[in-house]
């Protein structure tokens, strides 16, 4: 199966953890090997080393990713046509924590991760979608921003 140049990725991300949560997840994981200790040294080893890879695996199979293609916005398992996305920007980083508490609208979508500070808010122009926004993590906001609104420009323009 070939791959059209418009189904080419504009913006692709993935949302992994931060270097110190990966860090707390590996001394999380040999912890698991110190209750072994007074069994067997090597089968603590083992444990702690098993434990600590499937952590990171796990955390890693958590991370979700974010892409931008001329025909969809994709944020985690969650996908919306470009021609349905609004305006996008990229709130400061007290608007986006308002957003997450006490400006928390239920009904709009949020691919977030506590690692990841800045956001982008994406409004969506579906008149059949209950869904005001959507506010997805970035660490690169601007360039989802701009990414989002070449986007919705090639697909309005189809």
Known sequence: ?????????????RLTPSPAVWFLTVIFGGSFGIIMIPLSLRLAAFVAVAACVGLC???????????VSAQHFRAGRASIDASLLGEADAPTREESASLMSTGY???????????????????????????????????RPQELVSALREARGKALAE
């Open 105 to 139: 609208a239920p009904l709009a979508y949020h691919c977030t991760r506590a690692w990841v500070a800045d956001t982008v808010r994406v409004q969506v122009a579906d008149p059949a979608d209950p869904t005001p926004y959507w506010l997805v993590s970035s660490r």
């Open 57 to 67: 695996v796990w955390m890693w199979n958590l991370s979700p990713v974010i892409e």
């Open 1 to 13: 199966m070939s791959s059209s140049p418009s189904d080419a990725p504009l913006f692709r991300e």
